[in-house]
C-alpha cells in the first residue's frame, strides 16, 4: 500500500450517472439488496495472447479512502444532484464487502473473472469507474510491459514516459511497468512510493549549456561520476562518442542514442567504441519503442532499451477494456431472500450471471492448457488436471483490505505466469488467445 498518499477522498473519481443510479436505489429501497459485481474482458485487444493483471493494490489503497468528504457534500447539494436521503446515506459510506481477484500480476484471457465484488448493491455501484479507470490503465501497461521485456530477450530495459500522460497517471504507469517486468524506472514518485528502482542518463540540453560537447561531457563525468551514460547524438554522433571515450579517460560506462536508424547507429558505435578501447561500454537506444521495434533492434549490439511513450499508453492499447456487470441480485419477492444470477443478452455483450470459479490447468511441462470457469463451487471439487492453480485469492474481507499485494512478489508472480505460455506466441499480434476459456455449466 502506498504510505505516502495523502489521505484525500476518492469518492469523486466516479461518473455523474453512479450516484444519479444510487439516488434511484435508495428511494426505492434496493439499495442494500446484497449483490455480486464481475471484473472481466469479453475479447483480449488487438489479438494479443494473453493480459496481465494490475492496479489490485493501489485499488485496495483507493477503496479504502472511498468516502464522501463535507466540500464533496456541499457540492452535492448545490447542484441538487441526488435526494436529502441520498445525501445522509453517503455521508456514512463506506466500503463493507468482500472482494476475490487475480493475484496481481496473473495473466487473464477472456472471460477471466479478474475481481468479484460482493456487498450492497448501491456500496458496490458506486466502486464501477473506480475499479475500472484504476484496472484498465494498470493493466493495459503491465502486459505492454511484460511484451516489451520478452521482446528485449534478457537486455535491460528502462520505462520513461512520465512526460508524455499526466503526472499521477505516470506514476501509476511505473508501478504497473514494474509488475509487467521493466528493471528500473525514471519516475522519483514511483521510486519514492513503492521503492521501485530509479534510473535515468542525461538530456540535450546539458550538452546545450556548455561551450562544447567535450566539456559538457567533462563535467558530466566530474560532477555525476563514473556511472555516467553519455548521450552522444546531440551533434554528430561519431564525434560524441569520440568524446564520450575522452572525457570517461576510457573507463566509459556506456552511451545512449535517441535518434535516427538506431540499429545501424548501434552497429556504427559498437565499431567505433571497440577501436577506441572501449569495450566494455554499452549502448542504451531510446525512442518511441514498442515491442516489435525491440525485437527487430535485440538483432544489434545494444545492451538497453529505454521505452518512454509506446510502455506507457500500453503499446497503442491504452485501454485493458474491462467491465463491471452484475452478475447476481438477492431476491427479496421470494418467500425467503435468495441470490438470483442475472446476465446482459444484448448482441455482442452477451454475460453469463453468477459468481464465478476459475483455475488454470497446466501441461506436465508447466504450460497453460486452458482456463476453466464454473459459477458451481463444487465443480472444482473434481481434479481436470494433475497440473492445476486456483486463480482468485481474497483481496478484502468485511471491508478490511488484506495487505498482502507488496510490490515485488506480483513482479514474480507476473514472469512465473508468463512462463507459462510459449515463447513462440507471447509477442503475437493476431490469433486467437493464448489458451481457450472453458465455461463449465
Known amino acids: 500500500m502506498d504510505k505516502s498518499a495523502k489521505p484525500t477522498s476518492t469518492a ?3 461518473d455523474h450517472y453512479e450516484l444519479t443510479m444510487l439516488d434511484a436505489l435508495i428511494q426505492s429501497g434496493k439499495v442494500d439488496n446484497r449483490a455480486i459485481f464481475e471484473v472481466f474482458i469479453r475479447d483480449l485487444p488487438s489479438g494479443m495472447p494473453f493480459g496481465v493483471f494490475a492496479g489490485s493494490g493501489t485499488l485496495a489503497e483507493s477503496i479504502a479512502r472511498f468516502s464522501f468528504t463535507e466540500n464533496q457534500m456541499s ?7 441526488v435526494s436529502d436521503e441520498t445525501i445522509k446515506w453517503l455521508s456514512d459510506y463506506s466500503f463493507n464487502g468482500d472482494i476475490l481477484a487475480y493475484r496481481e500480476g496473473e495473466l487473464y484471457f477472456p472471460n477471466s473473472p ?7 448493491l448501491g456500496e458496490a455501484l458506486i466502486l464501477e469507474t473506480l475499479i475500472l479507470s484504476t484496472l484498465n490503465h494498470a493493466s493495459s501497461i503491465a502486459t505492454a510491459a511484460a511484451r516489451i521485456t520478452h521482446a528485449a530477450n534478457g537486455k535491460f530495459v528502462m520505462e520513461a514516459g512520465s512526460r508524455r500522460i499526466h503526472p499521477e497517471a505516470a506514476v501509476h504507469a511505473a508501478r504497473a511497468a514494474y509488475i509487467g517486468g521493466i528493471h528500473v524506472t525514471s519516475n522519483l514518485e514511483a521510486g519514492l512510493r513503492w521503492g521501485i528502482p530509479t534510473a535515468g542518463t542525461a538530456s540535450h540540453a546539458f550538452t546545450l549549456a556548455y561551450p562544447s560537447e567535450l566539456e559538457a561531457f567533462n563535467a558530466q563525468m566530474k560532477f555525476l561520476g563514473g556511472d555516467s551514460i553519455f548521450l552522444v547524438d546531440t551533434y ?12 570517461s579517460d576510457g573507463n566509459l560506462k556506456g552511451i545512449r542514442l535517441d535518434s535516427g536508424d538506431l540499429k545501424k547507429g548501434a552497429l556504427k558505435a559498437r565499431t567505433l567504441l571497440d577501436s577506441l578501447g572501449a569495450t566494455d561500454a554499452q549502448i ?27 510502455l506507457v499508453t500500453g503499446s497503442g492499447v491504452p485501454s485493458a477494456g474491462f467491465v463491471y456487470k452484475l452478475v447476481e441480485i438477492e431476491d427479496t419477492h421470494a418467500p425467503k431472500s435468495t441470490m438470483r444470477p442475472v446476465a446482459k443478452t444484448s448482441h455482442g455483450k452477451k454475460s453469463l450471471g453468477g459468481k464465478k470459479h476459475a483455475k488454470r490447468l497446466l501441461s506436465a511441462d508447466s504450460i ?3 482456463e476453466i470457469i464454473t459459477i458451481d463451487p463444487n465443480a472444482f471439487n473434481v481434479p481436470h488436471g494433475k497440473n492445476e492453480r486456483y486463480l482468485q485469492a481474497p483481496l478484502c474481507i468485511n471491508g478490511q483490505f488484506l495487505d498482502d499485494w507488496e510490490l515485488n512478489r506480483a513482479r514474480a508472480h507476473s514472469q512465473r505466469s508468463i512462463a507459462e505460455i510459449p515463447k513462440d506466441i507471447r509477442l503475437r499480434r493476431d490469433g486467437p488467445p493464448a489458451i481457450p476459456t472453458v465455461i463449465l455449466n
Request: charged share 20%; aromatic share 6%; hydrophobic share 45%.
Open 12 to 14: 469523486f473519481l466516479t
Open 75 to 81: 457540492f452535492l447539494r448545490s447542484s441538487n444532484l
Open 114 to 120: 479478474v475481481v468479484i465484488i460482493e456487498a450492497g
Open 236 to 247: 554528430d554522433v561519431i564525434q560524441g562518442i569520440n568524446n564520450a571515450v575522452e572525457a
Open 284 to 310: 542504451m537506444v531510446s525512442g518511441d519503442l514498442d515491442e516489435h521495434q525491440i525485437e527487430h533492434l535485440c538483432e544489434a549490439p545494444i545492451d538497453a532499451f529505454e521505452s518512454g511513450h509506446r
Open 368 to 370: 497453460a492448457v486452458e
